[in-house]
């Protein structure tokens, strides 16, 4: 099996045996309704040329929906928390898709040199608690945090909105790669989009990363099932086995464990507000 590292405009960029063949897509592909994506474990068969062809998709261990990659290990969230100032409800919407996907999710919270502590201490208090492995950085001061242990042996998707120091991270952490960067504009605090298509960069012969497009919206389309939105908010099912319904939204029903774990402050209110926000919202489009 060789694995698609690339994909740019219908052509297939796969790796096979440390080298890359750019391969197209059979037609069969295309009746069947199946697009190969990034990260695809595929055969392929060679030209005369040297180009080559894909003949078969493997089964996907798992696929994440934005951007479209296959049979990654890991997801690594960057987020500023200044500059721009963090975005909680987006944060959550990208958890949110990340566990419906099952993936393991890290988080590293950037510019840390232009806060206080009690900003780290406030954010570590929402999504360490919760379980979450996260990472406080700066790009600017020295640090003895070794992110690049972070990646080893592992395929590694990375995200973030716009303007957060993504690129920047990564060519701190791996200097011998060249990840595009783009300075936040100061008019409208919002970063310029860098990264324009998807590409797996081998740091070892186990160890891949994907740079992605940075976002600044994340639209609900990967919500299938109203469930889904409850179910993947995961501190939240510790308790959900106390509400009196089987299928309590944790809203306006009575005997509710999940409420009761909100006042008594064991689930924290930002997630909580953030739930009731994304629910809204799908509900709002499933009426249309």
């Known amino acids: 099996m060789d694995r698609i590292i690339k994909s740019h405009r219908g052509i297939y960029y796969v790796e096979q045996n440390n080298k890359v063949i750019l391969c197209k897509a059979r037609g069969v592909f295309r ?5 190969p994506i990034v990260g695809d474990l595929v055969d ?23 951007p479209p990659l296959a049979n990654i290990d890991q997801v690594i969230i960057i987020m500023s928390l200044k500059d721009p100032k963090i975005n909680l409800n987006l944060l959550d919407k990208y958890i949110l898709m990340l566990e419906k996907s099952n993936l393991e999710i890290k988080i590293i919270f950037n510019k840390v040199d232009l806060v206080k502590d009690k900003d780290m201490e406030y954010i570590s208090s929402i999504y360490a608690n919760i379980g979450y492995d996260i990472y406080f950085n700066s790009n600017v001061k020295e640090s ?32 011998n790669f060249n990840f ?54 995961i501190e939240f ?39 009731k926000q994304i629910l809204n919202e799908y509900d709002k489009i499933r009426r249309f």
């Open 31 to 35: 009746d069947r309704d199946i697009k």
């Open 44 to 66: 392929i068969s060679i030209n005369d040329d040297g180009t080559g062809y894909i003949e078969k998709v493997y089964e996907r261990k798992n696929q994440l929906l934005r």
């Open 144 to 175: 003895n945090l070794s992110l690049d242990r972070l990646f080893e042996d592992k395929i590694t998707a990375v995200v973030g909105p716009s303007g957060v120091g993504k690129s920047t991270t990564l060519n701190k952490i791996f200097s």
């Open 180 to 233: 595009d960067t783009g300075e936040i504009s100061v008019k409208n605090k919002k970063g310029k989009h860098t990264t324009r298509h998807i590409e797996m960069s081998k740091l070892s012969n186990n160890s891949y990363i994907i740079d992605t497009p940075g976002f600044s919206s994340l639209s609900l389309e990967f919500i299938d099932e109203r469930n889904d939105i409850k179910d993947n908010f």
């Open 237 to 275: 099912r510790k308790y959900a086995n106390k509400c009196k319904y089987n299928d309590c939204y944790h809203i306006n029903e009575p005997v509710c464990g999940v409420k009761l774990a909100l006042e008594e402050k064991i689930i924290a209110k930002e997630r909580y507000e953030n739930y």
